[in-house]
């Protein structure tokens, strides 16, 4: 399809650790469209992360991705070389890691930084940098008066957004933001999610948004993907999602954020995080399922359509089927 | 025979409330390097409230630099104000004798943000139950230390069993939190002060966590003061609430009033950035805060709101306000 | 204390990891090893092995009579060696102990205390850190008739504790503000108990570094002294034979035995204590240690 940007197909990106092999993340495979939002959600250890780094091809040992395509407008990256792929990183697919605040240089300004990420894969001469560094500043909402400043002179945003700005430099296709705004106050969370969303209308880009909060994905993404222990388990629109969740830990998500409108219970979601080394038998949320039947335990279920563009993994669905769109 | 004079004294006791602070200011010197002048922070700008002897959950609700962990380890006593006391059952805690200080220690405890880094690496988890029920000298003999470290595990849902023999490490988020709590609630405090106990665990741990506070409260009489920048988990949890902002309350009463129908600019733009799992109920309006500028903006002696509110008026600048009472249980700090 | 021996223990773990590495394991095989044959083989000598003129002088290796020769004053080489290595290893070893202690005193009671503890035992320490080694020993040297051995030892502490005060102090430091120390201190723990049962324990990796990396350091200052000839004469160590091998010409006359011999042994020593620290730093850092996987 032409208004397909990425195709994931199968991917498995796997560690090698003291106790075993931990499968991060398992067998995914999921698409985002031109110019669409889509988000990741899912808790910490579900291989979001790892997700996110393996299509920047970030994965370093002992990580390693043991199979599976990243098509990306029509070339599989994980064939590409080094020398190939650095056409590709930053220009057209950049990363806003995890923490990035924390991954700024406290001895470098903000300016010899962005310049950095910017020369590092486009020979831009001095002069045209002096000027494209403060129309970026702006275009994420600094004053152009940040450039000359360190990272500890700035606040919590105010670093996020440098670092978004670093990753809109060379005006990517596809933007991964892997839970940008999860360290910070939540009127910053929500100047910074504006401001993405500023950014992605005006430079058009694709954008993947990797977070753990719920209520930060419904109010941003056009199409959402539930992970759980390194595989996703339900896909669907935004708003198809929110409104009727299909797969049980999705539901479960859900009515775990707590509201302002009215007050309830807090529903917890039984159980311990799952084991990566030693997956559950079967369906992986088996354990915690309140819906759980007899075939739960022992087959995988398949993502299989269920209702128009939306997926989910689960034996109350469809009948073990796999389709794709 | 005359009980009067017993049943004021019972009354009076049991209205004094058992925690009062009183215009507690703490101000941090910053040192500024060789040619630049000391900076002052004030981290705490006269804050006053209390908590009554019947188990409430009070949260403090703000973000970051608003004073909210400055003020735990106030009243924890790791630090001392710089002017105003803080009063615990009558008297002055920089004023106690060392008894009255252990017995403070011991009514007054803490569960912290980060379950991992509270447990030393070192030693394994139930190293720090047995060292709290030995150094308060709960009981007499060494086969009942185990006995109470149970009970307490007990109460927030943990097995002996599950945590014995563990390291830190070996843990998950929410049982180390969990273990927190527990060795907490094993000296049998009056009042737990918990800073953002459930921020850095899983959205799935958050809730059976709330309810081990809840469950604390309501069965074994435990106040917490509930520190957090959530405010959606305080709506449900707690009973009163104080929105802080830059070291001043700026509102504060019951949970519905405040919540429901917030008075301060400030209230009012926290909830409205509290984003909802509606696709359909999207933020319309764009929020346009004021650039941070490191805090050097409020050297007037106004309202230190006045560089975001939209609502600004000239006596902002001039004078700070005071607080004012809107409703029943309900006060504002604020000129509207 | 007793608590803290026994923590030691039950953290069976850790001293696993320790000598699973195979640096620190090889270090250590190499210093035990260079320890036991010195003990043994000093104590097979059937004469005092310093007396001078037992046997003919620059005498090259020979079997089996001199394994390793006769030095230029007539002794032979061979035991002279393993009572060198003894003397060296024995102030390494003192120095290492004694100055590692000491600092860890200090950085501990200067970083926990704050204020003008800190600042003076700082100040003690900046300064123990900067008078310059070479100038005061020579002093010194001049001022007392003979140099022992634990005239040696005793110089050596004095210029070596600074440094080790001053990491301890810095991760002390940060150490204290960790949430650890706060429930400790909310369970109701006193200072001083604070200081030796939580923070200590933590410094582990720290003071393994530290004491290596002082034993390495107080070797080789031995050597160099020593081979000054400000070293300890009442006995010889391997800085005193590189001295005696100097002070004949040895490298002129060819008597490659007699200066060979003792860098060869103060090289296998200082390689064997390089390895145990890196392999510490390898467990010590978590980062490291999963590069290895």
Known sequence: MSNQLLDVKGLKVYYSGLKGLVKAVDDVSFQVGKKEICGIAGESGCGKSTLASALARLIVPPGY??????????????????EQFREIRWKRISIVPQSAMNALNPVMKVSEQIADAITAHENVPDRDLNERIPELLKSVGLFPEVARMFPHELSGGMKQRAVIAMAIALRPDLVIADESTSALDVTIQRLILQTLMDLRRRLGFSLILIAHDMAVQAQTVDRLNVMYAGKIVETGSAIDLFKEPLHPYSKMLISSVPSLKAKKIFEAIPGLPPNLINPPSGCRFHPRCPHIMDICRIEEPKLCEVRRNGLVACHLFGDGIEQRI | MDWSPVICLVMALSNESRLEV????????????????????????DVSFSMPREPIILTFAGETG??????????????????????????????????EWMRYRKDVQAVFQDPYAAFNPFYRVDHILKLSIRKFKLVNSKSEVEKIADEALDAVGLRSEEIAGKYVHQLSGGQRQRVMVARAFLLKPKIIVADEPVSMIDASMRASLLNIILNLKKEFGVSFLYITHDLSTAYSLSDRIAILYRG??????????????????????????????????????????????GGEGDKHKGCIFYDRCPNALETCLQKRPGMIDIEKDHRVKCFR | MVRFLEALRKRSGFANELLRNRKILAGIVIFLGMSLISVAGSYLAPYNPMRLGTFPPEMPPSFPAHILGTDSIGRDLLFLLFISILNSLQIGLAVAGFGTIFGLLVGLISAYSGGFT?????????????????????LVSSMIRVVEISTMILILIIFSWAWTSRTIRAQTLSLKERDFVYMAKLSGMGR??????????????????????????????????????????????????????????????GLWWAWATPIVAISVILVALYLVNIGLDEVANPKLARQRL
């Open chain 3, 118 to 138: 800190d600042s003076a035992l700082s100040t003690v320490t900046d300064i123990a850190l900067v008078v310059p080694m070479l100038p005061v020993l020579i």
């Open chain 2, 248 to 293: 001043t309350i700026v509102e504060e009463g019951h949970i519905d009033a405040v919540i429901e129908r917030p008075a301060h600019p400030y209230t009012i733009s926290l909830i409205d950035s509290i984003p909802t799992p509606n696709p359909t109920d999207r933020w319309t309006q764009r929020i346009n805060i004021a650039m941070d500028n």
């Open chain 1, 65 to 82: 991705i043991e199979e599976g395509q990243i098509v990306f407008d029509g070339t599989d990256l994980l064939k590409l070389d080094e």
């Open chain 2, 22 to 45: 009183n215009h507690v200011t703490k101000i941090f010197q910053l040192r500024g390097g060789v040619f630049k002048k000391t900076k002052e922070l004030v981290a705490v700008d």
């Open chain 2, 66 to 99: 608003s004073g909210k962990t400055t003020i735990s380890k106030l009243i924890l006593g790791f630090s001392k104000p710089t002017s105003g006391e803080i009063i615990y059952n009558g008297k002055n805690i920089w004023k106690m004798s060392k008894e």
């Open chain 3, 192 to 253: 001083f108990e604070i200081v030796f049962r939580e923070i200590t324990p933590n410094m582990i990796s720290y003071v393994g570094v530290n004491f290596f990396g002082t034993c390495f350091w107080a070797i080789t200052a031995e050597a160099g002294l020593s081979f000054l000839g400000l070293g300890p004469q009442t006995t010889t160590t391997l800085g005193n034979m590189l001295y005696w091998a100097q002070n004949y010409s040895s490298i002129y006359k």
